[in-house]
């Protein structure tokens, strides 16, 4: 079975800073994907960032950037120039490739924002 | 920008009642999950509906947990009775085709249940 692991419940990061989650996985597959997921108090869950195992490059998606290990199965996930609506609970998750897999999250990261 | 709806919002009730949530996913998206969420911990898959068929229940415990999406379009997720530990958030989401491994699930805001 897949684990998703993030060691840090909360971290609290300035305006305009820059912060990193950690995220580790557990499997002995070899292609899946990645996933890093927000979700702002009381809003819905929305995706944030995804990387495709096969990929050695690290995904980007403007302020937010992963550095993706594969040999140590280590996915953690770097907020720059961090804002206010940065504010929520970041979720690590993995999924296998293959139409019966399903997404597996980790516990949460709690992340303030603050000026 | 289309979204993916949930009722009620929020649902208190006491224990050993029977209590409904519903999802309409949005338009065209074959997929329908619905997951748990306790409070301090992440989601956590209990049914997972390709159009009309169940694709993955491993996780629903059957013996008061039920769930149907009948046209292949909105879906219900039943408890009855409720129990204490039942209370949590249910999250509904969707995703466009037949395969999640895209992993670009769209979630709604969620039933926040509390059983008393």
């Known amino acids: 079975a897949q684990t998703v692991t993030q060691s840090q419940p909360e971290m609290s990061v300035q305006e305009a800073e820059t912060v990193t989650l950690s995220c580790t996985y557990d499997?002995?597959?070899?292609?899946?994907?990645l996933f890093w997921y927000k979700q702002p108090p009381s809003r819905q869950m929305i995706l944030v960032i995804r990387?495709?195992?096969?990929?050695?490059q690290n995904a980007t998606e403007n302020r937010f950037s992963v550095n993706f290990q594969k040999a140590a199965k280590s996915f953690s996930l770097k907020i720059s120039d961090s804002q206010l609506g940065d504010t929520a609970m970041y979720f690590c998750?993995?999924?296998?490739?293959?139409?019966?897999?399903?997404?597996?999250f980790g516990t949460g990261t709690r992340l303030q924002v603050t000026l | 920008e289309a979204e993916v709806a949930q009722s009620p919002r929020y649902k208190i009730t006491e224990k050993s009642q029977a209590v409904a949530f519903w999802c309409d996913p949005i338009s065209g998206h074959a997929t329908l999950y619905w997951y748990r969420q306790i409070l301090g911990q992440g989601p956590e898959l209990l049914v997972q509906?390709?159009?009309?068929?169940?694709?993955?229940d491993s996780q629903l415990p059957k013996d008061r947990f039920s769930a149907e999406r009948l046209k292949g379009v909105d879906s219900t997720l039943k408890i009855q009775p409720a129990e204490l530990g039942d209370s949590a958030m249910y999250l509904c989401?969707?995703?466009?085709?037949?395969?999640?491994?895209?992993?670009?699930?769209?979630f709604g805001e969620g039933s926040r249940l509390t059983v008393l």
């Open positions: 499997t002995s597959e070899n292609n899946y994907y």
């Open positions: 998750a993995f999924i296998l490739t293959g139409t019966a897999s399903k997404l597996t």
């Open positions: 989401a969707s995703s466009r085709t037949g395969s999640p491994n895209t992993g670009e699930l769209f």
């Open positions: 509906f390709q159009d009309e068929s169940v694709v993955d």
């Open positions: 990387q495709e195992a096969y990929k050695q």
